[in-house]
């Protein structure tokens, strides 16, 4: 079973920073894509940056320039520094992971989930 277990998040001014980390543990063949969503209260969740295993990335253009998503493939961990936090960016933050499973016709891929870090900024 794999579990993702986010953390680093906190309060933090305006124009401060934040890196959060999301490690993967459990049985697992190989990552895939890796990122993080975040969901503001009233708010739909929405995909703030991803990594593939080839270390291509995207990002949402809301944090563009902002944030930075990395993986340590030996660690199966991903992280997302956070800079010139805006408190627009306050949510709850969460991490998945793409993993390949065996199902009963062969490998399949399955996403995993955090159970989310809160990031709160201040004005």
């Known amino acids: 079973q794999v579990r993702l277990v986010e953390s680093g998040g906190g309060l933090v001014q305006a124009g401060g920073s934040l890196k959060l980390s999301c490690p993967a543990t459990?049985?697992?063949?190989?990552?895939?894509?890796m990122g993080w969503y975040r969901q503001a209260p009233g708010a739909q969740r929405e995909l703030v940056a991803a990594i593939s295993s080839s270390l291509n990335t995207m990002y949402a253009d809301s944090v563009k320039g902002r944030f930075t998503i990395s993986r340590d493939n030996a660690k199966n961990t991903v992280y997302l520094q956070m800079d010139s936090l805006q408190p627009e960016d306050t949510a709850t933050y969460y991490c998945y992971a793409h993993a390949p499973s065996r199902g009963p016709t062969g490998w399949v891929t399955i996403e995993y989930w955090g159970q989310g870090t809160q990031v709160t900024v201040s004005s």
């Open positions: 459990g049985s697992i063949f190989s990552m895939k894509a």
